[in-house]
């Protein structure tokens, strides 16, 4: 019995560690991590990813503990796993994150970047998985950094909790992620990235109805997630709550594409904008979906799309999407020339937005503000479609003056209210415009609106078929054409009693038919208004 022992305990002695390339998993205690939460482990954690990179690549596994951390530098071929149970803790001082050099652009000086609890750059095959969490301990290190929390150089020394930039096959899926001091996470000039199941929040002022004056926490810039110039991304099943945009997709280079991409089964809800492209538009945006999609209690809009930088934006699908309490615009579209350079980068394209098609958007407790679809002059909005829009608003909102007086504010900062608290139209204020078409929206609200439901200033080639909307005793006309031209409205009609079904507005107006409606609630079919030609109404069709 004695021999068999010894046998045993030689045989132990010769198995080989359960850690490393042996079997494919890199245990961060065979490293020296204590998982204390209370004893920096990331030099432990690090050497296990420079070993499974050594190696050839695996798993660096972090589980039944809590593992305090700065800066983690990921490498090809490597999996951070951090098992249901184990988290990931993030240093509280800024200065335990290093200032990285990159030669990617940023909001910055050219070779500074923004500091990071996870970042990786000119990556191949990495992932960061787990249903275990990452705390990247935002409010301790908002205590300790600058002044400044908004793009100022003290943005880069907020760190983000991961940072991936110039890397190929990204997989980030089923991980939790809390409390960052800033962008939650950031993917730039990535290739081939998806993003599964996982769940951000990090929203430093939940009550979505406290005013921002009254904010017990400084708003620290949290997007829940922002793709830069990233293509074949494929984002589904996420859920975020975040302090400032939920999903935003952004461009810093005029050389760059944010570039099929597919966003789908997301339930989002944010202290600015919902689902966002913008507002740094360097390069282009092109064939990108959205489905099946809940955004809810956004301080800011709920789908925003806009080119300020020179950005072209085209071939974009929004479907199936509902929206609930949204502060600002539900839908907000706007073609600007704001122009803002990033890095290296001293040159602006010539912006375009155009082949936009949302549909079967449903939205209940919207802001009385309105929505807008808004370009230049120089740059108009091109062959957008609106189908199946449900739209209740909360209401309450008074006539506005002519749309023509309504300041353009082409160099602004691009959000739903800089018109104002309440635009011309309670449902739609849609300017400069060539090509649009709205086909069975169905607009109404809460308390009595006196606005027209949707205003159209400087519109060509508009088509309104279907539409069904609330008017008051007040409202002057159910609809608004000023300077618009081509335009044909078809079985449409007013929900309520109301002065005027179309009024037709400015010297410039032509081409406007009317077949098929049913005004019957309204006291008069057409109004004539500021020099608009009578024959600007070629045909009346309605009964």
């Known amino acids: ?50 070993q499974c990179h050594g190696a ?59 500091k990071a609890l996870i970042y990786g750059e000119n990556l191949e095959n990495i992932t ?60 730039q000039q990535c290739i081939n990235l998806v993003i599964s ?43 975020i709550n975040s302090g400032d945009d939920a999903i935003c997709l952004k461009s810093f280079s005029p050389d760059k594409k944010c570039r099929d991409i597919a966003i789908t089964n997301c339930i989002v809800s944010a202290g600015a904008s919902g689902i966002k492209i913008g507002t740094e538009t360097a390069g282009a945006f092109e064939d990108i979906t959205v489905q099946n999609c809940v955004v809810y209690d956004t301080r800011g809009e709920g789908i925003a799309l806009m080119t300020v930088d020179g950005a072209r934006i085209e071939r974009i699908l929004i479907s199936g999407i509902t929206l609930r309490n949204i502060k600002r615009s539900g839908i907000f579209v706007r073609a600007a020339a704001r122009n803002r350079t990033y890095g290296n980068h001293n040159n602006v394209n010539t912006p375009a937005l155009k082949n936009i098609l949302i549909e079967n958007i449903m939205g209940d407790r919207l802001s009385a503000l309105g ?20 739209f209740t608003f909360e209401g309450g909102g008074k006539l506005k003056p002519p749309a023509d007086i309504i300041p353009e504010k082409p160099d602004a900062y691009p959000t739903g209210s800089m018109y104002g608290t309440h635009l011309p139209a309670y449902g739609f204020f849609i300017r400069h415009v060539n090509d649009i078409t709205f086909s069975n929206v169905h607009l109404s609200y809460a308390r009595d609106d006196d606005r027209p439901a949707i205003v159209c200033h400087d519109v060509k ?65 057409v109004r004539f208004e500021d020099n608009a030609p009578e024959n600007a109404l070629l045909k009346t069709g309605s009964h």
């Open 461 to 525: 080639n508009l088509c309104l078929s279907g539409l069904k909307a609330q008017g008051t005793q007040t409202t002057p006309s159910l609809i608004v054409l000023k300077n618009t031209s081509h335009a044909h409205i078809t079985q449409s009609q007013s929900r309520t009693e109301i002065p005027c079904f179309l009024t037709i507005a400015g010297n410039k107006s032509g081409h406007i038919s009317l077949t098929c409606n049913l005004p019957y609630n309204s006291r008069e079919i």
């Open 1 to 50: 019995m004695k021999k068999l022992f010894v046998i045993g305990i030689l045989l132990l002695i010769r198995l080989p560690n359960v850690t490393g390339q042996n079997t494919g998993i890199w245990d961060v205690y065979q490293f020296g991590a204590k998982g204390d939460g209370q004893t920096p482990d990331t030099e432990a954690i690090q050497k296990a990813i420079d």
């Open 197 to 239: 199941g996982i769940t951000v929040d990090s929203r430093e002022n939940p009550d979505i109805e406290q005013a921002v004056r009254e904010y017990a926490t400084r708003h620290r810039n949290t997007d829940g997630l922002d793709v830069v110039d990233c293509e074949r991304v494929r984002t589904s099943n996420c859920q």
């Open 128 to 187: 960061i998985e787990g249903r275990g969490t990452i705390d990247g301990r935002g409010d301790k290190i908002d205590k300790r950094s600058l002044n400044d929390p908004y793009l100022s150089p003290s943005f880069r020394y907020r760190p983000r909790i991961v940072h991936i930039r110039g890397s190929k096959d990204v997989l980030i899926r089923d991980i939790t992620l809390l409390n960052s001091a800033s962008w939650v996470q950031t993917y």
């Open 371 to 390: 929505c807008s679809i808004t370009g230049l002059e120089t740059c108009p909005v091109e062959n957008i479609t609106l189908s199946n829009i449900r």
């Open 56 to 114: 050839g690549g695996g798993k660096v596994y972090l589980h039944n503990g809590t593992f305090l951390s700065a800066t983690l530098f990921l490498k090809d071929h490597v999996i951070l796993h951090i098992e249901a149970g184990a988290t990931l803790l993030g240093m509280e001082n800024a200065e335990d994150y290093p200032d990285i050099a990159s030669k990617y652009p940023t909001y910055d000086a050219p070779g500074l970047t923004s």
